[in-house]
């Protein structure tokens, strides 16, 4: 059974720095295969922020480029995404997510591809 489970979620202000962690169980990051984090805020589309694939190769959205870094422990089986300076339109739900289906780990993929497993979630909050 595969669980993905978030933390590291919280409020901070503006220009701050949070690093979350997503512990992963069950999952085989095998060749081909994508990992990222993914945020909706209140009343909008989930959207793709940062993924790795199987070989460490990274991709960020635009907004976060520059600002956000997306990296995993293998030998821990954890997925991070380190935030700083942080905006208040970063404020919504951040979900780590697992791909079974094999295909190049960009953000652009990322929002077209459905994720076969997803984590429930931490909320972060940026105020301004």
């Known amino acids: 059974q595969v669980q993905l489970v978030e933390s590291g979620g919280g409020s901070v202000q503006a220009g701050g720095s949070l690093r979350l962690s997503c512990v992963v169980s069950?999952?085989?990051?095998?060749?081909?295969?994508?990992m990222g984090w993914f945020r909706q805020p209140a009343g909008k589309d989930s959207e793709a922020v940062a993924g790795?694939?199987?070989?460490?190769?990274?991709s960020y959205a635009d907004s976060v480029n520059g600002r956000f870094t997306v990296s995993k422990d293998n030998a821990k089986n954890i997925l991070y995404l380190q935030m700083n300076s942080l905006k208040p339109e970063d404020t919504a739900m951040y979900y780590c997510?697992?791909?079974?289906?094999?295909?190049?780990?960009?953000?652009?993929?990322?929002?077209?591809?459905?994720?076969?497993?997803r984590g429930q979630g931490t909320q972060v909050t940026v105020s301004s």
């Open positions: 997510a697992a791909a079974v289906n094999r295909f190049r780990c960009t953000i652009a993929a990322m929002n077209r591809v459905s994720f076969r497993y």
């Open positions: 790795i694939d199987s070989e460490g190769g990274t």
């Open positions: 069950g999952y085989t990051n095998s060749s081909g295969r994508c």
